[in-house]
């Protein structure tokens, strides 16, 4: 998993989960991996399925008809020290880590997997959430 350090920040603080969603999708443009039309697909997606995947991460991404909105694949990883709320008042699913991802083809797939597979282990969460700098969390992907 290739990780551009331009696409990761740090201490980001969102008042809803849809300014998030929208950063993650902003920096995915800025990194030239997909097209502003993608961003609206990430916000469906969530609407449609929630992006909160547990242990205190969320993985937005865009519907399946905004493939053609990918550039080429890639990630953005955003730390949310104060957390962002993925579910309810009632029912909080709060996220301090943030992959927003985009995939040729059904490489999305794959970065989900990679992605799931290290942030099972909540340990690999907090390092991240505590991490100082962008070098710090770029090493744990490079290994």
């Known amino acids: 998993m290739e990780i551009q350090k331009n696409l990761i920040k740090l201490n980001q603080n ?17 990194g030239g991996h997909v097209t502003p039309d993608y961003i609206p697909a ?7 399925l929630s992006v909160y995947m547990g242990n205190f991460i969320a993985i937005p991404h865009g519907t399946d008809a905004a493939k053609k909105e990918v550039l080429k694949t890639g990630i953005a990883i955003v730390q949310v020290p104060r957390g962002v ?21 059904s490489e999305h797939l794959e970065l989900i997997q990679k992605i799931s597979i290290f ?8 390092k991240i959430a505590d991490a100082q700098t962008v070098e710090e969390i770029a090493n744990f992907f490079e290994n």
Do not use: S
């Open 85 to 105: 709320n993925f579910g309810t008042e009632k029912d909080p699913k709060v996220a301090t880590v943030l992959f927003g991802i985009a995939g040729i083809g």
């Open 42 to 48: 990430m916000l469906q997606r969530n609407e449609e």
């Open 14 to 30: 969102f008042q809803t989960k849809e300014e998030a969603i929208e950063f993650c999708g902003e920096l995915l443009v800025a």
């Open 119 to 126: 942030c099972a282990d909540v340990d690999n969460v907090v």
